[in-house]
């Protein structure tokens, strides 16, 4: 089964951190490019986060210098280091891939929350 697992949401302050993580399982992981998108009511699901296999890194403007990406292809886990968070931030957050038979795989959603 190709399976992604997200988790670490949760609520924080604005200027708060959190760190989420996204498991795979039953897919090639070190061969995959792995990305995190966000998520809400009235935004479409948006790109956040892309890590390529050799760990090249890319970021939606909204995010470069407050999130980093970042892969552990011995434990078959991504990561978003989310730093100074901002209200806006506050979405469903899916980690995402491709196989490699191009067939999409997306994580549960993890909820982040920012707020007073």
């Known amino acids: 089964q190709e399976q992604l697992v997200e988790s670490g949401g949760g609520l924080v302050q604005p200027g708060g951190s959190l760190r989420l993580s996204c498991v795979a399982s039953g897919i090639r992981f070190s061969m995959l490019t792995m990305r995190w998108y966000r998520q809400t009511p009235r935004n479409p699901r948006e790109r956040v986060a892309t890590?390529?296999?050799?760990?090249?890194?890319n970021y939606a403007d909204f995010v470069k210098g407050r999130f980093t990406i970042s892969r552990d292809n011995l434990k078959n886990t991504f990561f978003l280091q989310m730093n100074s968070l901002k209200p806006e931030d506050t979405a469903v957050y899916y980690c995402?891939?491709?196989?490699?038979?191009?067939?999409?795989?997306w994580g549960q959603g993890t909820q982040v929350t920012v707020s007073s």
């Open positions: 890590i390529s296999a050799g760990g090249n890194t």
């Open positions: 995402q891939t491709q196989n490699i038979w191009n067939h999409e795989i």
